[in-house]
């Protein structure tokens, strides 16, 4: 009996190495995932009339970036997200197709708003709404983990190819808004909620919690 007990724990810590660290608010997450987006779906982006392709591509990177940002601000909660340090390499990884991005959204505000102080205003504007659609009270596990899962692949996303992971991911980062608990165990809204019986001795008689003596049992 004992061999196999520690056999058990050796596979389980071989299994911990080999696994990158994360946090896991759920036992098992709700599907967040969708179909790619070309971003000019009106249920998910912020309407820009007569865009090109090359500006509508411009706008998946820039949203996708901005929920990175929010990410980084709003989910430092948990530093096992490592939602800063991800955003922070992905400004420094995609610098180019950033810059590039911004300075076509720059060009599109400015040939729609023919004053260069009505452009600048309306494209500050317009990054206001797209920071204010990420963020999120009720759904903030759910956002963290998920912009965590999308900016570790920004990671990995090849230079240039930022707009193919935006518009395969981003349908899935406007789904996390909505607030899912638990998908394993019903009426469990994190592991964070898991309630742990208290251990004092006085509340234990032969090997039985006595909820008579601790009726507030849970910690």
Known sequence: MMWRLVVLLVVAMGMTVASPA???FFMKNHDY?????????????IALPDATADELRASLVWSLRAALNVSALGCDFEPMLMTIPTYNAVLIDHKAELAKSFATLTKYFARKNKAPKAATSAFDKYQ??????????????NF?????????????????????LAANRLRELRNSLVARGEQALGGRNSLRTIPILRMDPACWKKDRFDFRKCPDAYV
């Open 22 to 24: 994360s946090a896991q």
């Open 33 to 45: 995932s969708g179909a790619p987006v070309r971003g000019d779906e009106p249920d998910l982006f």
């Open 128 to 141: 206001t709404r797209i920071y204010s659609g990420f963020t999120t009270v009720y759904a903030q596990y």
């Open 144 to 164: 963290c983990q998920t912009a965590a899962h999308v900016g570790r692949d920004a990671i990995f996303t090849p230079r240039g190819e930022l707009n193919i």
